[in-house]
């Protein structure tokens, strides 16, 4: 089945740096979808990117992430963190349809 | 609009006794629908899908078994909690693949 490897732990990082996450996947499907869920507390996870384009970036609410079936990767980055930022991220290929493959989660603290 | 309610918002439960929680998703016709587990502290597990009615997957089975009596309803139950069951239970629909939505959760204290 699919299989996906990201930053793990936690990643603490001041307000205003950038933030990278990264995110490799394995799958035996050639066209996978790849998302970023961002799951802030005591709230539901939502999608945050989504992509199934080769070498196309996409980006929503400040962040972007690009898809490279080269290397399967599909990181997440921002320019500028903000306070708001902290939450627990996913990276999940999603191949077979049915069976989303969640990474372990990157948890982001933003320090002033 | 697409709507998904989940049941009992949140539970206390002892060690042993049974277990339903429920989920209803409104305005989609034949869903996919998901259950997944968050232990305290913890990363997002996928439990079971189903991707029709009668029929169910499962992906960790983590002693709890799930149903799908309706179009629009799953449920998660087991006849005997065990300490590890606490967590967060989110259900999921999507729609012939893809992005996956998520109901707002039910919070389980087993003690």
């Known amino acids: 089945g699919d299989s996906v490897t990201q930053t793990e732990g936690l990643v603490t990082l001041t307000e205003g740096l950038p933030v990278m996450l990264n995110c490799t996947y394995q799958t035996i499907y050639s066209n996978p979808f790849l998302f970023w869920y961002v799951h802030y507390l005591n709230e539901s996870p939502r999608l945050l990117l989504k992509?199934?384009?080769?070498?196309k970036r996409t980006e929503h609410q400040g962040f972007h992430a690009t898809l490279h079936k080269s290397s399967s990767s599909f990181h997440l980055q921002k320019s500028s963190a903000q306070l708001s930022d902290s939450a627990l991220y996913y990276c999940a290929p999603n191949s077979a349809g049915n069976k989303l493959t969640f990474g372990i989660g990157t948890r982001v603290l933003v320090r002033p | 609009a697409q709507t998904i309610h989940q049941w009992p918002v949140a539970e206390i439960k002892a060690v042993g006794s049974p277990l339903s929680l429920g989920c209803t998703i409104k305005g989609k016709s034949s869903p996919n629908l998901y259950w997944y587990w968050q232990a305290t502290g913890g990363t997002l597990q996928q439990l079971f899908y189903s991707i029709t009615v009668g029929q169910v997957e499962s992906v960790v089975q983590l002693n709890l078994s799930a149903s799908r009596p309706k179009d629009d309803q799953f449920i998660l139950s087991t006849e005997k909690l065990l300490l590890s069951h606490s967590g967060f239970y989110l259900c999921?629909?999507?729609w012939g693949g893809g992005e996956q939505y998520f109901g707002p959760g039910t919070r389980l204290t087993v003690l």
């Open positions: 999921a629909w999507n």
């Open positions: 992509s199934s384009t080769d070498n």
